[in-house]
């Protein structure tokens, strides 16, 4: 069956669901987008998804005409035209066909996209094993300029420093602020493990506010671990007790290595397990259900 993908109000194949050369989200980059997941007949985090979608909206000033229900509506019709328990979800907001022009007032109408389909990131071997990384020399956007708290369609930053990850033949590169404190990976944010205490780059370091880091930070909490939200430098970083990464398609996933240090011994640590088993349990069983009916028959 082919992928049906949500465009303005209208649902197209795969082959046919295109948008105009002349929207601003391929001229500039100008727009957003989320990576939403759905586990077994629930929808993770939509309302969190969403309500980082529209900041972002806000602050672009796009002017889309679907209220945050609709949209909520959106996705979750778009996993029922596919028949999906289990997917991801792209869904992007651009500023719309313009001219040539980079003036957003050329642009009448948001394109409003959304697709549903698979993903997998990482095999189930580094789940286990854990991930070699490098740290980029590319520095996270400063968020004076293109604040990393809009998930913006921009993503060269992070694709220079995904190209260093790549040319060191490894699969994710970490991102270091302006101020060359440790912020966040391309396309994940990063906790570190000390002495029995969660890290985590706070806000003000410019990271993306990830939804899964905020999913993590409450079920340490709620395990009784202590999570605080700290700068911390490389070195810290070295030599920390263990380290992982979160991520809407990453899930969390351990960090044995960077830069060529191993990372305590170089196996994945016993706190990023536990947190690993807990989310997993979490994700398959929390969310918006995309066929309530299904309960309903249940009952
Ligand atoms: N940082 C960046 C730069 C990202 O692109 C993402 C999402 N892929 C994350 C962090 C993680 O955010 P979330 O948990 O909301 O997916």
Redesign the pocket.
Known sequence: MSIKVFINGKYYDKKDAKVSVFDHGYLYGDGVF??IRAYNGRVF?LD??LD?LYEGIRTLMLNVKYTKEEMKEIVLETLRKNNLRDAYIRLVVSRGEGDLGLDPRKCPEPTVVCIASKITLYPQEMYENGLKVVTAATR?NVPEGVN?QI?SLN?LN?IMAKIEANLAGVPEAI?LNIDNYVC??????IFIVKDGKLITPPTHSG?????????IIELAQEMGIKVVEQIFTRHELFNADECFL?????EAIPVVNVDGRPIADGKPGIITKTIIKKFRQLVQSEGTEIYPEEKQGDE
Request: with cysteine.
């Open positions: 989320e990576g985090k969190e998804h980082r996270r990393p998930k993503y992070n991102m966040e990976c391309t396309g994940d944010n990271i993306l506010i990830g939804i899964t880091r905020n999913a979160t991520g809407t398609a990453a």
